[in-house]
């Protein structure tokens, strides 16, 4: 007999975390989106260097679980090939619930920061809830191939492309691909940040975009 694949709708409770206390004082709200392998809990501590209040940080964090290093450590993804546009559809769901639940006030500069892998789900959220910020920051990471120059056509945020020149994941020619999609779905305003290190948060290039 051949087998049949189904699907259901269930509620979940997923965790994130957040640095700092979102106050009236409050200049800068970031959403931040890690990498493979992180957890939420560990990526925000990128962001402890940044004015404690002027900045209040948002780290969400990936549904899939999965053991590193021999299971001494756990470690979280995005997304994988595998049923991609309803793990995508549930990464929104996901986001929506963190924002209708931190509340953000109008006044406040919304900062969306991608990590990597992370750099996926953010520019896919921006997509498709038209989320309008201040700030877009795609760090070391793959542009999704579908996006396309009018999926942005409504944002005025300042877009930053932020990879260092020692990564080792990127080569010359894979830079110069994701450089030229930047330009594609951002325009020329884009601001190109290499540095000269490897594939890591850089703490210095994320503290002087604020």
């Given at each position: 007999?051949?087998?049949?694949?189904?699907?259901?709708?269930?509620?979940?409770?997923?965790?994130?975390?957040?640095?700092?206390?979102?106050?009236?004082?409050?200049?800068?709200?970031?959403?931040?989106?890690?990498?493979?392998?992180?957890?939420s809990e560990f990526f925000i501590n990128y962001f402890k260097g940044l004015n404690a209040e002027d900045n209040y940080i948002i780290a969400p964090?990936?549904?899939?679980?999965?053991?590193?290093?021999?299971?001494?450590?756990?470690?979280?993804?995005?997304?994988?090939?595998?049923?991609?546009?309803?793990?995508?559809?549930?990464?929104?769901?996901?986001?929506?619930?963190?924002?209708?639940?931190?509340?953000?006030?109008?006044?406040?500069?919304?900062?969306?920061?991608?990590?990597?892998?992370?750099?996926?789900?953010?520019?896919?959220?921006?997509?498709?809830?038209?989320?309008?910020?201040?700030?877009?920051?795609?760090?070391?990471?793959?542009?999704?191939?579908?996006?396309?120059?009018?999926?942005?056509?409504?944002?005025?945020?300042?877009?930053?492309?932020?990879?260092?020149?020692?990564?080792?994941?990127?080569?010359?020619?894979?830079?110069?691909?994701?450089?030229?999609?930047?330009?594609?779905?951002?325009?020329?305003?884009?601001?190109?940040?290499?540095?000269?290190?490897?594939?890591?948060?850089?703490?210095?290039?994320?503290?002087?975009?604020?």
């Open positions: 007999m051949q087998s049949t694949k189904k699907e259901i709708f269930y509620n979940t409770k997923k965790p994130y975390s957040t640095l700092n206390n979102l106050t009236k004082k409050t200049k800068n709200v970031w959403l931040v989106c890690h990498g493979l392998g992180y957890l964090q990936a549904p899939s679980l999965y053991y590193q290093n021999g299971f001494k450590h756990v470690g979280a993804c995005w997304l994988t090939k595998e049923n991609t546009v309803n793990e995508t559809q549930n990464i929104i769901n996901y986001f929506d619930a963190i924002l209708a639940e931190e509340q953000i006030p109008s006044d406040k500069n919304l900062i969306v920061f991608g990590y990597s892998q992370g750099v996926s789900v953010s520019t896919r959220y921006i997509k498709y809830r038209q989320l309008q910020c201040s700030q877009l920051i795609l760090h070391s990471g793959g542009l999704p191939k579908e996006l396309i120059a009018d999926d942005f056509s409504f944002l005025k945020a300042k877009v930053s492309l932020v990879y260092g020149t020692k990564d080792e994941y990127l080569n010359e020619e894979r830079i110069a691909y994701e450089t030229k999609r930047a330009h594609e779905l951002f325009g020329n305003g884009l601001n190109i940040i290499p540095f000269d290190g490897k594939h890591v948060v850089n703490v210095e290039v994320v503290g002087e975009l604020v």
